[in-house]
């Protein structure tokens, strides 16, 4: 390993939207910012859904063609049957093409952006980072972490790992065009549910399961495949592409910054307990998190990162995820296969339903 370290004000860790939106920010503000991502590829191979509220493009640029489709809002299916129809728009994004537009948009901001470069290891302020056989270090006044759920600056930051839903998605060829993204819920599908978000043609099927129930994950998914091809929904045949992965469900991380480390996106919990949407979120924390930094350095360190990012955080997020967190544990707890109770229980916590908010 070389002995003397390049020096940057922030390394960003992680060039997902969380960390392309940091950078973003941090680079126009003229300081020196470099992204680290483990991918060779940013954005790719993706792992989501793509589907974000319509509000996203008030807090980042997303061009027409990083639109697969538009839709107009959610249905929500319980046991088989629609429940509710919730005019809600949004898009299912090409997220790849989105995903590396995000990170260009870093770059013409004066980020430096490495890709297949993991950062294995932080020491105070220096990060060892890898590149192939190759290791080397590199110091930076600030570190922020958007790292993904399994997040090695949340790690630094006493975070304890955070409980997660497992997700497995196919791209399956539609049988007819939908203009809703469709959210089932089954006892089959415990601590979370399966979904068809349209791209046109082709749609993203999925399930997300309670941890617990990863081993379970392959076979509801294949269920939840021959149901709607039973009901000529979507079209029998191998899937055009196979995606998967974590996602945080037990809201805000308890330590999302000290004096030289933060943490946003999924990192720091900021996925919604209850519907596992993250992208938005990652959005907004990461452009909090490059604004605190900011405020520290223009206020020549009198408003603190850690003081001031958590209560930003904690304004923004705070309320609404433990609402939802509590949600989510007392569904968990209450799981049954008994239809109306079911429903019920579904009802009193799924966003869609009046009843979730009455309760609050
Ligand atoms: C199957 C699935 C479906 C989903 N569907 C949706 C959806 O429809 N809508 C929605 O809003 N959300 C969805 N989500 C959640 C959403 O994808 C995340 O909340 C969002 O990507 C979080 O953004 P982020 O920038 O925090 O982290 P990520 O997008 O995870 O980016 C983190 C980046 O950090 C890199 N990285 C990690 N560790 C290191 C390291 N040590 N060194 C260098 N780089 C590192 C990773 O390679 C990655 O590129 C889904 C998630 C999954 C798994």
Redesign the pocket.
Known sequence: MKTTAEHYDVAV???????CIAAKRLGQAGLKVVL????QVIGSPV??????PLAISRHTAVRAGDIAQPVRGLKTFINGKLASTLRAPGYVLNRGLWAEYQARLAAAAGAAIMTA???SGIDGKQLTLVNGAHSRALRADFILG???PCS?VSKKLANEAQPMCF?L?YEKMLVKSLEYAEIYFDPAYYGGYAWV?PKGKTANV?VALHAAYKDKLKAALADFCRQLIGGGRIQAGAPAGA?????PAGGLVKNPANDHMLVA???AGC?HPIT?????N?VVSGDLAARSVLLQVSSNGSEPVARNYTRTLLAEYGTQFAIASERLLSRNQRWTDQPEEFSALIRSSWIAFPEYYRQQ
Do not use: K, N, S
């Open positions: 860790v992680g060039a997902g939207p969380a960390g680290v991502e483990q991918r792992q989501c859904a793509e589907f974000v470069t993991r950062v958007c790292d993904g090695v997700a998605q978000f999925g995606t998967g992965g974590l996602i996106g999924d990192a996925t596992g949407a993250g992208i938005m990652a």
